[in-house]
T-cell receptor, first 109, second 113 residues
Framework: AQRVTQPEKLLSVFKGAPVELKCNYS??????LFWYVQYSRQRLQLLLR??SRESIKGFTADLNKGETSFHLKKPFAQEEDSAMYYC???????????FGKGTMLLVSP | NAGVTQTPKFRVLKTGQSMTLLCAQD?????MYWYRQDPGMGLRLIHY???????AKGEVPDGYNVSRLKKQNFLLGLESAAPSQTSVYFC????????????FGSGTQLSVL
């Protein structure tokens, strides 16, 4: 069975500090991985997906198949980055997404 | 374009009551999903549909039923609500599988007393 693990419930950093939100997955096939974000009083929305190799709002994530990880990184955190972040894994048929339990990021001034 | 619309936004039920949550999307998406969000548990898939007239069970389907009679609508039913079903329910849709992103509704806060 596929599984997504986000080991930190809460990550608190100061503005300007680097951020790394951890995501590890368990999956036997070739994974499709995503990061979704939920800002306060807003809908869940896609932040980035590994296949696009994109950088959104300064965030990047690299798929490491050897370590089965897809950590989300940003070199300099901003207060507006405070939100709940979910890592998600797509199944082999691309029908469903399995989400991790989420990490709340708090960026203090 | 309204995107994904969920109704109602809030509801309080007594144990044993029934209700239906409606999800509507105007993007002609094939795939639709119902998730529940609980503190410390993240998002868990209840049921999903890969096209009109189809439904399938997700991770936590017990106590829920769904129907997808029209492509744009995905209904989630609670036949006999229990306090354990107190949660925030999110509907989502996407055009297809294959790496397409999910579009989420704004959520329904349900309390079962």
């Amino acid at each position: 069975a596929q599984r997504v693990t986000q080991p930190e419930k809460l990550l608190s950093v100061f503005k300007g500090a680097p951020v790394e939100l951890k995501c590890n997955y368990s999956y036997s096939g070739s994974p499709e991985l995503f990061w979704y974000v939920q800002y306060s009083r807003q809908r869940l929305q896609l932040l980035l997906r590994h296949i696009s190799r994109e950088s959104i709002k300064g965030f990047t994530a690299d798929l490491n198949k050897g370590e089965t990880s897809f950590h989300l990184k940003k070199p300099f955190a901003q207060e507006e980055d405070s939100a709940m972040y979910y890592c998600a894994l797509s199944d082999s048929g691309y029908s469903t997404l399995t989400f991790g339990k989420g990490t709340m990021l708090l960026v203090s001034p | 374009n309204a995107g994904v619309t969920q109704t109602p936004k809030f509801r309080v039920l007594k144990t044993g009551q029934s209700m239906t949550l409606l999800c509507a999307q105007d993007m002609n998406h094939e795939y639709m999903y119902w998730y529940r969000q609980d503190p410390g548990m993240g998002l868990r898939l209840i049921h999903y549909s890969v096209g009109e007239g189809t439904t399938a069970k997700g991770e936590v389907p017990d106590g829920y039923n769904v129907s997808r009679l029209k492509k744009q609508n995905f209904l989630l039913g609670l036949e006999s609500a229990a306090p354990s079903q107190t949660s925030v329910y999110f509907c989502a849709s996407r055009l297809s599988g294959t790496n397409e992103k999910l579009f989420f509704g704004s959520g329904t806060q349900l309390s079962v007393l």
